[in-house]
């Protein structure tokens, strides 16, 4: 009797092994439907004991789908999965709350061998130098920065390639930034240099290297960078603030005309464009979906504008976070049409309704984000506007003192000589006499001499 | 005894009246200048080089924007990337 019922039981037991229910989520994660699994996973999980092997598999989703989703997540919800992924969200959550204690205790839970430890550096040490911890903010750049290059040299996709050499060039330049502001030179100088000319950041940095030559009294070399965007290749690059520069140093050489050329120019034809593209923006300011639109496809008022719009928007689509976003949307369009072609309805009507919600968000989010970086650089216009105003009333103010004390400056407009120009001994020269922008773009000097020098005037005029 | 306070009473409002003094307040009376009597002494002589003090005159300078650090811009780094 006993033998009997141990068969009918191991007979039983058998089916229960075959069939073992998998979860919802899994079932979705199998066929590849990793946004929807990782919404059924939140809801399967939220109000159970979490497990080790649920942590497993959240990280596993989100290694699909990006963390980008879990950013309007309540942060008490993600505090029950202590994963890597989750801390480097809620990190970055109480740094933007300024919480600042709290975030250092998050960035510090990441592990060293995560996706996400060189980007958790990189904020930590913003952190460090919001708490003006200067010692701790230079060793997460430098930790930022070694595990930047390593994750980098492991990664099998380009993109993700391209992604840790931004975190590592950002980290760099950051250091070179803290230089400047105390003052630090040629250290600053040092940093930036050793971002390579290819570098999706290198054109950024040429107004930076500017100023930092502009500071340590080279005029030349400051000009010489700002010339650089000039060239064709770099014409989608257009900063207010480096013709402002441009037109600093020549009155800091006191090449009055030079520097009223550029304040003119600006005045005759950036500020007015500026102004009508404004217009054309404000109008759509409360739109949900116009500056996403306009990123693939500007609209006929902004087509009139010219290539300039597209300068602007070229820009903000080289942005990592647009390529992040962006590429999420991809993904759920993907998954959408999968469902919608192999799901049976309840399973669609189930499923679509968040997907479409998820993609919506992110397309909001796209659209806020290129609204605030547009607004944001017209914004800068009227103060760079007013700042050349101030530097045309200086040099007319110094023009009316020559007048008044009767002199005039040392030399005319043709001035400039190749002994005016500072190198190092690593530094080579070669003339640019009509030659066309190439390799040693970035590397231009100008050898102009002050012309601070006055002479008073011999003869004086009478009628 | 009222007697005695009425006698009193108008004893101390008599000091009281008595402590006003009576002010009068007058304007200056016109003077009269004879402008063309006037005499100036010195020396007369003609405006020249000498009489015009050369003098550094003083100069407003504008407050010009200086960039003195990259704040803004680590700032926005950090957001381009999320």
């Known amino acids: ?463 | 005894m009222r007697f005695f306070f009425y006698i009193l009473g108008f004893y101390m409002m008599s000091l009281a009246y008595g402590d006003e003094q009576k002010v009068i307040y007058q304007y200056k009376k016109y003077e009269k200048f004879d402008l063309g009597n006037l005499e100036v002494k010195g020396q007369l002589i003609a405006p020249g080089d000498i009489s015009v003090r050369e003098r550094e005159r003083k100069r407003f300078e504008m407050d010009l924007f200086n960039r003195d650090n990259f704040d803004s811009f680590i700032a926005k780094d950090v957001e381009s990337l999320r």
């Not at chain 1, 930047?148 to 050499?165: D, G, L, P, V």
């Not at chain 1, 290297?209 to 010489?224: E, F, I, P």
């Not at chain 1, 030659?435 to 773009?441: G, I, K, R």
Request: proline fraction near 3%.
């Open chain 1, 1 to 463: 009797m006993k033998i009997i019922f141990y068969i009918l039981f191991f007979l039983n037991s058998i089916p229960s092994f075959a069939e073992e229910k998998k979860s919802f989520s899994s079932a979705l994660e199998d066929k590849k439907y990793y946004f929807s699994a990782l919404n059924e996973f939140f809801i399967e999980t939220y109000n159970r004991e979490i497990l080790n092997s649920d942590l497993k598999k959240l990280e596993s989703l989100l290694f699909y789908t990006g963390i980008e989703l879990l950013e309007d997540y309540d942060s008490e919800l993600l505090l029950k999965y202590p994963t890597s992924s989750t801390r480097f969200i809620l990190g970055r959550k109480a740094f933007q709350e300024k919480k600042f204690k709290l975030s250092l205790d998050h960035f510090s839970k990441i592990h060293p061998s995560h996706r996400y430890y060189p980007e958790g550096k990189l904020l930590e040490a913003q952190v460090f130098n919001a708490q003006n911890k200067l010692k701790e903010r230079g060793d997460s750049y430098l930790e930022c920065q070694v595990s930047a290059e390593k994750n980098e040299s492991n990664a099998q996709n380009e993109k993700i390639k391209r992604y840790y050499r931004m975190v590592f060039e950002i980290c760099l330049v950051n250091k070179a930034r803290h230089h400047f502001k105390m003052e630090e030179y040629k250290q600053a100088l040092i940093a930036y240099d050793r971002i390579p000319k290819k570098s999706y950041k290198w054109p950024y940095l040429l107004l930076e290297k500017a100023w930092v030559y502009y500071q340590m009294g080279d005029y030349n070399r400051t000009l010489g960078l700002l010339t650089t965007y000039k060239s064709p290749l770099l014409d989608t690059y257009f900063f207010p603030e480096a013709e402002y520069l441009a037109a600093l140093t020549y009155f800091k050489l006191c090449l009055y005309e030079d520097s009223l050329i550029i304040v003119n120019q600006f005045y005759q034809f950036y500020r007015p464009r500026f102004q009508s593209l404004d217009q054309i923006l404000k109008k759509n300011r409360s739109s949900q979906n116009y500056f996403f639109n306009i990123m693939f496809r500007p609209d006929e008022e902004l087509i009139k504008e010219g290539e300039f719009v597209d300068q602007i928007l070229t820009r903000m689509k080289k942005q990592t976070r647009f390529s992040l976003d962006f590429n999420a949307i991809f993904k759920i369009e993907q998954e959408i049409k999968r469902i919608e072609q192999n799901e049976k309805g309840v399973i669609k009507d189930k499923l679509l309704p968040h997907l479409k919600e998820v993609k919506e968000n992110l397309i909001t989010k796209i659209n806020y984000n290129a609204k605030t970086d547009i607004f944001q650089f017209l914004d800068s216009i009227p103060f760079i506007s007013q700042e050349l105003f101030k530097l045309n009333l200086e040099i007319i103010s110094r023009k009316k003192d020559l007048v008044y004390f009767n002199k005039r400056l040392i030399a005319d407009r043709s001035r400039g000589d190749y002994s005016n120009i500072k190198r190092s001994r690593f530094e080579y020269f070669w003339k640019f006499d009509g030659s066309f922008w190439a390799d040693e773009l970035g590397d231009y000097s100008m050898g102009l001499k002050s012309n601070c020098q006055t002479i008073r005037n011999e003869k004086v005029e009478e009628e």
